[in-house]
């Protein structure tokens, strides 16, 4: 079921991107992150199955909250299990369904497994729920504070740009949407930039539209929109352009997953993005919570799954009609041209300056990320 909001109503300081449901015993809400920034739709979620069109369908997105619908996902497979005819057979087809709802996020696979583990000690379906529902309501409080975390990391790199520039403005260029609706709260790569903005530090961001699903444009810019932060949208091609000419001071982004290497994949255009930069001497971060390190994997560009998306998000785009006040799709490319549509691209660790993570800012590269994460050490 739908819920519709009025944009213009919204108290982001109140906002999160997943709740449980208050007249539900078992429910949770999410915002349906497709029709923003025109309306604000809550979507109800109870089944696996609306789960997984959830996340495959992009209502919502973004690695950490990917991650946490999908632990939400796990509890109504073990509420599910219990009233099938054979419930091993039921459960193990519902988590294989949540694995395959999306390929690059690693969030979603964690969660998955941290639930598995989780309902280990259920024996039965009932106490199984009631682990996984438990557990799923831990991981979302703990992705607030990793993010509010990797804030106060990054945070002191935006001061030093401030002092440098005797007060001037901080000009930051992102790409895609790794702010809070991406998350459950505060964002990764938005977080410092948050931070910044409630010390008084005067920042200024560049958003890039991130084509085909202008997450940039559409959620980025919505919620700088939200927090007061100026802002301006720019064509994704703009980024190099703004950079010769000495208008961005750093680069910040996300990440789906990052390899223990450093390799980073996120939003297709970032590579080229950190090409940029690099040419022009901007440093480039990389905001990530630990939840997105794959640790058993060393080569981005080998081994990260690049998820193939539909033509339509290319040959088509979406947008508010004025005239009809409605959300309208309509065609960019000629009917019979074919078109590819790569989700994402890995940007190699020599490119970017340094991780932001919740224990710390590190060099791209497997010395400096297990100096902050020394269990991971093999």
């Not at 309501?137 to 001061?159: A, H, S």
């Not at 990440?255 to 994949?265: K, L």
Request: glycine share 6%; hydrophobic share 40%.
């Amino acid at each position: 079921m739908q819920t519709r909001i009025l944009v213009n109503l919204l108290n982001m300081k109140k906002l999160r991107t997943l709740w449980h449901k208050t007249d539900s015993e078992t429910g949770i809400q999410v915002i349906d992150q497709r029709q923003l920034p025109h309306q604000f739709i809550t979507e109800d979620l109870h089944t696996v199955a609306e789960v997984f069109y959830a996340i495959r369908e992009m209502v919502v997105r973004g690695a950490p909250l990917i991650g946490a619908t999908a632990a939400y996902g796990v509890y109504f497979a073990c509420l599910e299990a219990e009233k099938a005819s054979n419930p091993d057979v039921y459960f193990a087809e519902c988590i294989q369904k949540l694995r395959d709802s999306r390929p690059t996020a690693v969030n979603l696979f964690w969660a998955i497994d941290r639930q598995l583990r989780a309902i280990e000690a259920g024996g039965t379906w009932a106490e199984k729920a009631q682990l996984a529902r438990q557990s799923a309501d831990l991981i979302v409080e703990e992705d607030v504070e990793i993010c509010r975390k990797i804030g106060e990391q990054g945070l002191p790199i935006i001061e030093k740009i401030y002092q440098d520039k005797k007060g001037e403005r901080v000009n930051i260029l992102t790409h895609c949407n790794a702010g809070m609706l991406g998350c459950i709260e505060w964002g990764t790569a938005t977080s410092p930039i948050y931070q910044a903005h409630q010390k008084g530090i005067p920042v200024h961001v560049w958003v890039d539209e991130t084509r085909p699903r202008n997450q940039g444009a559409s959620l980025t810019a919505w919620e700088l929109s939200q927090a007061g932060i100026p802002h301006t949208v720019i064509v994704d091609n703009a980024g190099g352009h703004l950079m010769q000419h000495g208008f961005v001071d750093m680069a910040i982004v996300g990440t789906d997953r990052t390899t223990r290497q450093g390799d980073v994949a996120n939003k297709i255009g970032t590579y080229l993005k950190a090409l940029a930069a690099k040419d022009n001497d901007v440093p480039f971060y990389v905001a990530l919570p630990s939840t997105t390190i794959d640790w058993t994997i060393r080569d981005g560009l080998k081994e990260i799954p690049i998820e193939e998306r539909t033509e339509a998000e290319v040959k088509f785009i979406p947008g508010w009609s004025v005239e009809h006040e409605k959300m309208l799709n309509v065609r960019l490319t000629p009917p019979d041209s074919p078109a590819a549509n790569y989700g994402f691209d890995v940007t190699p660790a020599r490119l970017v300056t340094a991780l932001i993570t919740e224990r710390g800012i590190c060099e791209a590269n497997e010395e400096g990320m297990l100096s902050l994460f020394p269990e991971e050490k093999k």
